[in-house]
């Protein structure tokens, strides 16, 4: 059942986020559908969100994904675009919901909102995403939000000593 995706909003990363990020990004399960192979200390994330200035410097830019409740605020995932390119106005996208709040439609509102921010903020004209062939709920939830297969790289990914196909979804910016 979906909880009130209304109540989802973004916003910058602060010093306090350290210790989602910490928990979030040397969770082994997590490295599993992204590149990460080594863990990261506290020190690295600290830095990390120190020195996240702005898209335009870092070409990229990490936002945390927040549950308004009645019983207080709640970050339950974080929410990336990367690999931002300003000439050719496209950047990549890439989610993160915490296991106690997947499947609830929140990585649907949150998707929604950074892709209002990227095309009309930004003003971008593209959204790209790369998944594992066998991460189906991201498959899923990408072609949910209307991104198009337009490519898979064969035998991409190495996984358990066998190799796996990587999907390429875009989504070109509907008001253009």
Known sequence: MFEDISKISLRALEPSDSTFLYKWENDP????????????????????????????????VRLMIELHQAIGDRTIGSIDLYDFDPFHLRAGVGIFIDGAYRRKGFAFKALDLIEKYAFQTLELHQLYCL?????????KLFEARNYVLTGTKKDWLKKNNHFLDQYQYQL???SQ
């Open 131 to 139: 998944i594992s062939a066998d991460n189906l709920s991201s498959v």
């Open 172 to 174: 070109i910016n509907p």
């Open 29 to 60: 399960d997590v490295w599993k559908v992204s590149d990460t192979l080594t863990p990261f200390s506290m020190f690295q994330i600290e830095q990390y969100i120190l020195n996240s200035e702005n898209i335009y410097s870092n070409k990229q």
